[in-house]
């Protein structure tokens, strides 16, 4: 920034009031301070900018010239300042957003329209990654984390959580029956997802009873849409996320399996936004929008 820009201010308000002390009101300073500003200011510029006597203040013909120009820089500062300061309070501009690929689309993506609806100065621009991004780097306003949040310096509002619960087509159930207890488990074709924290192993509980289990099948892969659709055409029985199979338990694509029982681990969801003690209105609403969309099935899911 200009390094007489206080001086400079300090001038554009005698020019505009026609007073020492009136510009001193105008800028919270006293009527000295702007009279020693204009000074300095003359002295850097080496030309007089002001006629001053006891009863007024008038510009020089250099000062005419001098206000001319700069009036117009300070009126787009002015404006400039009220816009910007229009970003904290009027949700606007773009959102760019970090979502995992199956979360994001299945939970987060249906909740966009109405969100754009009721924010329409809002522009998204959302990325579909299940790596970590580095958030400040590169250039995201919210992601979304499914576990870990990762940098402690970063600002995470906890959206819930969730858990899994045992699954299985119908088809299944027909040719290789129910399971009567979490050990015949043991017995049947299990569909294991290897990124879940827990995996080999199962770790379910139900009342206070919990089973650790170590289950075998035909299928384990790291993606958990693949295990869905295994269980779906009858592979096996799967431990999946409440998110992910209720759309399949109440079409009756799947059913559950050993009812009551879940995973003892919750796995919670946040949504991270860079470090900082303001945060721009468009992420506010944005968290607080989506936070209160998912409160319903989170609530659900993490009983």
Not at 63 to 79: A, C, E
Not at 99 to 110: F, H, K, N
Not at 267 to 275: D, E, F, L
Request: aromatic share 8%.
């Amino acid at each position: 920034m200009y390094e007489g820009f206080d001086e400079v201010v300090a001038f554009a308000a005698v020019a505009n009031t026609g007073s020492f002390k009136a510009a001193g009101v105008q800028l919270g300073r006293d009527a000295s301070v702007i009279s020693r500003r204009l000074s300095q200011l003359e002295s850097r510029l080496g030309v007089r900018l002001l006629v001053r006597t006891t009863r007024s203040v008038s510009l020089t013909e250099a000062g005419t010239f001098y206000f001319r120009r700069i009036r117009s820089v300070l009126d787009k500062l002015d404006q400039a300042t009220r816009e910007v300061g229009d970003f904290a309070a009027t949700p606007q501009g773009e959102l760019k957003l970090s979502l995992p690929v199956t979360y994001g689309r299945e939970v987060i993506a249906p909740l966009i329209p109405d969100f754009l609806l009721k924010y329409p100065r809002i522009h998204i621009d959302a990325h579909f990654l299940d790596r970590m991004v580095d958030i400040v780097s590169e250039g995201f306003d919210v992601v979304i984390r499914i576990g870990m949040v990762g940098d402690s310096s970063l600002i995470a509002r906890k959206l819930g959580t969730f858990r899994s619960r045992l699954i299985a087509s119908p088809s299944y159930v027909a040719r290789k029956g129910m399971p009567a207890s979490p050990d015949e488990l043991l017995a049947h074709s299990c569909l294991g997802f290897t990124h879940h924290p827990d995996w080999p192993n199962w770790v379910i509980e139900m009342e206070g009873e919990q089973k650790t289990l170590r289950p075998q099948g035909p299928f384990v892969a790291n993606s958990s849409e693949s295990i869905i659709v295994a269980a779906l055409k009858g592979a096996g029985i799967a431990l999946a996320p409440d998110w992910m199979v209720a759309p399949h338990l109440k079409a009756g694509s799947l059913v559950e399996v050993l009812p009551g029982w879940r995973s003892v681990r919750e796995i919670s969801v946040h949504a991270v936004m860079p470090p900082g003690a303001l945060v721009p209105a468009k992420t506010r609403v944005f968290v607080d929008e989506i936070g209160e969309a998912l409160r319903p099935a989170m609530s659900a899911a993490s009983r």
